[in-house]
C-alpha cells in the first residue's frame, strides 16, 4: 500500500461549485500533511498546511482526521484558476525533512 | 524571498551523453536540498536529499553512481545524469528547505527541468 492515497481523479466541476478531495495514509506516524497544488508543466506549490484542528484559508479549507488516518481538501466557490492538479503530501519527520506526495488528482473548473 | 531557480529548464540530449542540472536557492540558505522525479501522470518521486559538504542519501532503487549530486554550498546543488538513456526522460525537480518565511522547515521547489534523451 503506498503511503499516500488519493482519489484519482479527475474531477470537472464547473464554475460557483464545491469540491472536496481525500486522501489517506498509512503511515501512522506521519507528523505533518500539506496540499501542494501543481499545475500543468510546473512545479508544486505549497498550498495549504494541515494540522489535526483543521485550517481555512479563504475558499479552502483542509481537514485531518489521525484516527481515520485521512486528509481532505475542500474548495468552495471554485474558480477556473482554480483548475490543477491538488497532491496530498505527509511528512513523517526526521531531520532531513522528507516528504511524500500522493499521485495528485487532476481539477477541471468548467465555465 | 524563498525563490529556488533550476539550470536549465528543458534539454535534449543524445543517448550517453552526461547532463548536469543545477539547482540554487536565490535568497536563502538552504538547510537540506532534494532532488525528485516525475513521470507523466505520475507523482514525485524523491530520489535523494542532499546536504551540504556531505554526501547525498539515496532513496532505494535510485543508482547513485548514475545520478551523481554535488552540494557545494548552502545555496547550490547540482545533479548529473551520467550516460544518460531514453528511460531518464523525465521532469527533474529540486527542492530546498529553509524555516525562514513559515517559522518551520518548509521545502521550496525550483521550476523543474525536462530532460528528453534521444
Known amino acids: 500500500r503506498k503511503e499516500v492515497e488519493q482519489d484519482p481523479g479527475p474531477f470537472n466541476v464547473p464554475e460557483g461549485a464545491t469540491v472536496a478531495f481525500n486522501c489517506t495514509y498509512s503511515n501512522s506516524a506521519s507528523q505533518s500533511f500539506f496540499w501542494y497544488r501543481q499545475d500543468c508543466r510546473k512545479e508544486p506549490k505549497l498550498l495549504m498546511s494541515v494540522y489535526s484542528s483543521g485550517n481555512e484559508d479563504g475558499r479552502f479549507t483542509a481537514q485531518l482526521n489521525r484516527a481515520s488516518q485521512y486528509i481532505s481538501l475542500l474548495i468552495r466557490d471554485s474558480k477556473l484558476s482554480d483548475s490543477a492538479t491538488y497532491l496530498c503530501?505527509?511528512?513523517?519527520?526526521?531531520?532531513?525533512?522528507?516528504?511524500?506526495f500522493g499521485k495528485g488528482t487532476l481539477l477541471t473548473v468548467n465555465p | 524571498g524563498a525563490v529556488v531557480s533550476q539550470h536549465p529548464s528543458r534539454v535534449i540530449c543524445k543517448s550517453g551523453t552526461s547532463v548536469k542540472i543545477e539547482c540554487r536557492s536565490l535568497d536563502f540558505q538552504a538547510t537540506t536540498m532534494f532532488w525528485y522525479r516525475q513521470f507523466p501522470k505520475q507523482s514525485l518521486m524523491l530520489m535523494a536529499t542532499?546536504?551540504?559538504?556531505?554526501?547525498?542519501?539515496?532513496e532505494q532503487g535510485v543508482e547513485k553512481d548514475k545520478f551523481l549530486i554535488n552540494h557545494a554550498s548552502l545555496t547550490l546543488s547540482t545533479l548529473t545524469v551520467t550516460s544518460a538513456h531514453p528511460e531518464d526522460s523525465s521532469f527533474y525537480i529540486c527542492s530546498a528547505s529553509w524555516e525562514g518565511l513559515a517559522g518551520r522547515e518548509t521545502q521550496y521547489f525550483g521550476p523543474g527541468t525536462r530532460l528528453l534523451v534521444l
Open positions: 542532499s546536504n551540504e559538504g556531505s554526501k547525498a542519501t539515496y
Open positions: 503530501v505527509g511528512y513523517s519527520g526526521g531531520s532531513n525533512y522528507k516528504l511524500t
